[in-house]
């Protein structure tokens, strides 16, 4: 049963709660800029747990099969394997380094033993096989056990190799490389639901790849001017429809969402629907425009909404709708008067995610101060939560924290002034069926998991 | 007089986000990983509010202060006899205090008015020697904003652009005749290919002496420009090759001409910048060396190239000329 946290759970029971279950990550305080996660994914079946660091490494997590001797806790998150994934580059044509850090991670939907994701820095997508291998060859008649070859000549008899089990070993190999298309930082990566094309986004294109095939992609959207200097807006952000094959969506810098259907046409510069909130002009200030870019999008599971995160808030669309959300939440609104010193430190670009839930009852975003935000669309409770090392011991249940926005502050609220703005959850991940939540600190990986009274 | 200094913080806030704005576009330059598309568009969205902001506080004083010394009229802040433009679809609504409906039309006004009384001096400058200032020798960058065509009216913000980010060149040409067009260079990320176009936009930077400084804006409702001329971008000593993808190695941009004196400026300014790369509070000193390099200084020392930049010599002229702030954008 998927729910929020809080005084109250769904439905008016009062047993949801979140309770901490695991952190990956070093402790010390002193973090390395390549040690902070860039990105964090479950797999379809929820099983792997992938993050991605600035350092262009990869982790895999799996989850161990639930043990009979503690039913009532969940299977733990370990470690399944680690490979570098990108390597920073140098494009001496233009004289810029490309980082190696990893910007988006999705997993391909599993179809035999081994598991492939796409993982992707600013400009080259790769496609990464992870195998195991549990058994080894044994016997052979050309060569020793160690390897060395034997001299055919002293060979009197043949044998068949027998299998042998080993130490499990998991194995990441590239297994395409994507590269060349992109001119500017891509974004985005999207696996469509055939499971055989996938977009790529960067500022101002997207690009439609064959898994298969590494040397050629077709553009299907390119809002580049002919005049750069009539450039308005970037794509943010770009996502497949999670069940139909031709539609896709990408979101703006202007606060727009446009939905293409590739059916219509090959470029789909033209959108099929065009989502935006018209502006309130009494919230218009320096800035409005920054505001209002929105930072990620995502189809719900079951196809019908999309959500959108910008700077402040959480909307929720209908496809049907174009108008105006349907639901729009507030993540951190007391940030609105100090915009300005978040413009001056840089936070205002912070680009946060969102994700649903497995049933689409609830959705989650980050914030400052390690805090994170959980919204029940249907009980339309909120709650938030904080992933600290304070709060860390095993199924501690997580208390709901509070920003005081003015006035006084009561006991265990946290004023405005006294965030820590530079602890910011960026990227969070909901397993796709049980309530297990995956949130990243800068580089230390939190798991969550509801505590079953 | 509480209204007074309402106005006059906001003016203050006004710039010191410019010159914010100004240092995080310069030092992206040198960030990991190349420069941001995004970022540096959103920033320059926020450089035009501010700058918006301060420009029609500054006028609107101005206009207050002829008001005040010539109640009868006022000769030097005439209106053009042409009908005003519609209103440039870069100046969106700001909440301004005291703003009424009409504001909007009335800082427009305000806006040419107060630019002709700024820049009359300026523009009495020898015609050939007003130039789009030449690209900086940055490599790998390119202009993050870029002003939209004419979109319809000015209401809203989602339909506005950061329009003002181009350079304008006063060019009065031999004849005199059109002038007023700015031009803008571009770095093309894609082919590499510097362009420079030239337009007939309405702006601001007008001076007192084009009748035709209200070209109406409708006028660019045509697709984007031809390209004007095409040239190689040459940073520093190297040649860039791949220019030639597009065909037009170089459409003469370069060569010939009056000297280009603002190139010895800006690699002044490039020197400057370079010995102070974090001299926050010199940003503005810094923007104003750079704006006056090119129209500034030539007004003041016309026979005289080089002229050691001066930042405080320049600094309020800079401040107060809107070509100075689209100048420095560009060169970025």
């Known amino acids: ?453 | 007089m509480l209204r007074g200094r309402r106005r006059m913080e906001s003016t203050l806030d006004a710039q010191s986000l410019i010159s914010i704005s100004l240092r995080k576009i310069h030092s992206s330059r040198t960030q990991r990983g190349g420069i941001k598309l995004h970022k540096n568009l959103l920033v320059s969205y926020v450089l035009r509010n501010a700058r918006q902001l301060y420009l029609s506080e500054r006028y609107a004083e101005l206009y207050r202060r002829q008001q005040q010394h010539y109640p009868d009229g006022a000769p030097l802040l005439a209106m053009p006899a042409c009908p005003p433009p519609p209103a440039p679809p870069e100046l969106p609504v700001l909440p301004l205090p005291a703003d009424t409906q009409d504001r909007e039309v009335r800082s427009c006004a305000a806006v040419r008015g107060g630019a002709e009384l700024l820049e009359g001096p300026v523009c009495a400058a020898p015609p050939e020697l007003q130039r789009a200032p030449c690209r900086d020798s940055s490599p790998g960058f390119y202009r993050a904003a870029g002003s939209a065509g004419p979109g319809g009216g000015g209401g809203g913000g989602s339909s506005a652009a950061p329009g003002l980010l181009y350079a304008a060149g006063c060019d009065f040409g031999t004849g005199g005749v059109p002038h007023c067009s700015s031009r803008t260079t571009v770095l093309d990320l894609d082919t590499h290919v510097v362009t420079t176009v030239e337009n007939g936009y309405l702006h601001q930077d007008c001076c007192s002496q084009c009748p035709c400084c209200c070209q109406p804006v409708a006028g660019l409702a045509s697709p984007p420009p031809a390209p004007g001329t095409k040239r190689k971008y040459y940073p520093g000593q190297e040649e860039e090759e791949e220019g030639v993808e597009e065909g037009e190695p170089g459409g003469g941009g370069v060569a010939g001409g009056p000297p280009f004196a603002p190139c010895t400026k800006r690699a002044r300014f490039e020197e400057y910048s370079a010995e102070h790369p974090q001299d926050s509070s010199n940003i503005s000193n810094l923007i104003s060396i750079f704006g006056s390099g090119f129209t500034g200084l030539v007004s003041r020392q016309q026979a005289d190239s080089e002229q050691p930049l001066n930042g405080q010599l320049c600094g309020k002229q800079a401040l107060a000329s809107l070509g100075a702030w689209t100048r420095a954008i560009v060169a970025f």
């Open chain 1, 1 to 453: 049963m998927a729910g929020v946290a809080g005084g109250g759970g769904v439905g008016g029971s009062n047993d949801f709660q979140w309770c901490f279950s695991q952190v990956k990550g070093a402790i010390d305080e002193d973090v390395a800029e390549a040690d902070i996660i860039s990105t964090v994914e479950f797999n379809y079946s929820g099983d792997l747990l992938a993050t991605g660091d600035k350092g262009g490494r990869v982790v895999i997590f799996q989850r161990e099969q639930e043990s009979k001797s503690r039913p009532y806790s969940r299977g733990e998150y370990n470690v399944y394997s680690t490979f570098q994934s990108h390597e920073p580059e140098f494009d001496y044509l233009k004289s810029l380094e490309i980082e190696e850090k990893i910007n988006k991670i999705r997993w391909l939907p599993q179809q035999n033993a081994a598991h492939f994701l796409l993982s992707t820095n600013d400009k080259t997508i790769k496609l990464w096989k992870i195998s195991e291998r549990d058994k080894r060859a044994e016997g052979y008649n050309l060569k020793d056990e160690d390897g060395r070859l034997r001299d055919p000549f002293r060979i009197t008899a043949l044998r068949v190799p027998i299998l042998k089990p080993m130490d499990l070993m998991v194995e990441a190999s590239p297994r395409r490389i994507f590269a060349n298309a992109h001119t500017y930082h891509i974004n985005s990566i999207s696996v469509n639901s055939d499971h055989e094309t996938y977009l790529s986004a960067d500022d101002l294109r997207i690009n439609l790849w064959h898994l298969e095939i590494t040397d050629r992609s077709f553009n299907i959207v390119d809002i580049k001017p002919a005049n750069m200097e009539e450039l308005t807006e970037v794509i943010t952000a770009a996502e497949f429809h999670p069940h139909h094959c031709n539609v896709f969506v990408y979101s703006s810098s202007k606060g727009t969402i446009r939905l293409c259907d590739m059916r219509s046409s090959a470029l789909c510069d033209r959108h099929s629907k065009f989502f935006e909130e018209p502006e309130d002009p009494s919230s218009r200030s320096f800035f409005s425009e920054i505001i209002s870019s929105i930072s990620d999008v995502k189809f719900s599971h079951s196809g019908r909404y999309m959500m959108t995160r910008d700077y402040l808030s959480v909307k929720v669309w209908d496809l049907n709708m174009e108008n105006r959300p349907v639901e729009t939440y507030q993540v951190h609104e007391y940030l609105r008067s100090k915009l300005c010193s978040l413009y001056e430190n840089d936070c205002i670009f912070d680009k946060f995610e969102c994700c649903w839930n497995g049933s689409d009852s609830a959705i989650m975003t980050g914030s400052y101060n390690n805090f994170f935000r959980m919204f029940d669309r249907n009980t339309r409770r909120d709650v938030t939560l904080e992933a600290s090392r304070e709060s860390s011991k095993p199924r501690a249940v997580l208390k709901p924290r509070k920003v005081c926005t003015g006035g006084k502050r009561k006991k265990d609220e946290i004023s405005v002034d006294s965030l820590d703005f530079n602890k910011k959850i960026l990227h969070t991940a909901w397993h796709p069926m049980e309530n297990i939540i995956a949130v990243a600190a800068t580089n230390n990986l939190y798991i969550f998991q509801d505590k079953i009274n």
